[in-house]
């Protein structure tokens, strides 16, 4: 097994940053300045975290790029509305964001659910990212070789769709509900600590914070629609896509290769679903390896 590699250090030196958008507010971190020369990567968050998923991944990529971490809509610090979560609707939303920073182009990094919107932008505005790198992400629509179908493969995907049932069950019981979630999908089982299980706790105890969670699976069918038609509107930046040993695998490389041209990745090796959380130290190093190869 490889050495530790996380912290349950909660801090990070990232200032608060928002912009009104779409009728509310839309919170991230930053850890550059407007007008910052800096190479900057985006860096999108799934479920059930927030902005502050990336905060280990950033501190080991190094000061010399500039960080920005959405919440996205209806998860973390941003506004909790009632609808707007398709994958295409969340790029306009990660594209606003990107505005407010005065960022015109950026390397993408995502993971889970964040992939999602993460793919539509780079299809809507390819001119604003220079590449992708998709981690652990549920790649819908797909049906190639080597792809699995992700909503029958794992319990939540349906579980969550249902809303009603959903908070029904999980209203109350958010605490130990996530303590299991992360523990099931984790191969590392010491990477979340109690502060960290206190923090995403409280945002989905906070107001439309466990409904705004869901709102992102009850989408997934639309999501997943928008993503079938890059089929025909293939990406042609360099793209990165790593399954976790212990969850999607190879489907991540396989899925993403239906849709994009130039694509490398594989499998992250003794690691559950949280990459970023589980494995940052190896995780920046095939960042920095893919950005090098695709500068040159």
Known sequence: MPSSDYS???SWEARHASVIHDGGLL????TGQPGSTNRTVLMVHGFPQCACEWRLLANELGPDLRCIAPDLRGMGSSFKPANGYDAAHQAGDLLAMLDAAQVQQVD??????GGLPSLMLAALHPERVRSLALF????LGFSGPGVIDVVNAYY???FHQDMDLAQGLIAGRERFYLQHFFNDFSYRKGWLSEAELDHYTSNLQAPGGLRGALEHYRALPVSAEQLAGLRQHRLTMPVLAYGAELALAEH???AVREVAD???GGVVPECGH????ERPQWVAGQLHEFWRQHAA
Do not use: G, I, Q, T
């Open 156 to 158: 939540h995907m349906k």
């Open 252 to 254: 991540c490389v396989n």
């Open 262 to 264: 130039d694509v490398r």
């Open 8 to 10: 349950s250090s909660l």
């Open 136 to 139: 652990e992400v549920p790649f």
């Open 108 to 113: 993408v990094v995502a993971h889970d659910l």
């Open 274 to 277: 949280w990459v970023p959380d």
């Open 27 to 30: 919170h991230f971190r930053d």
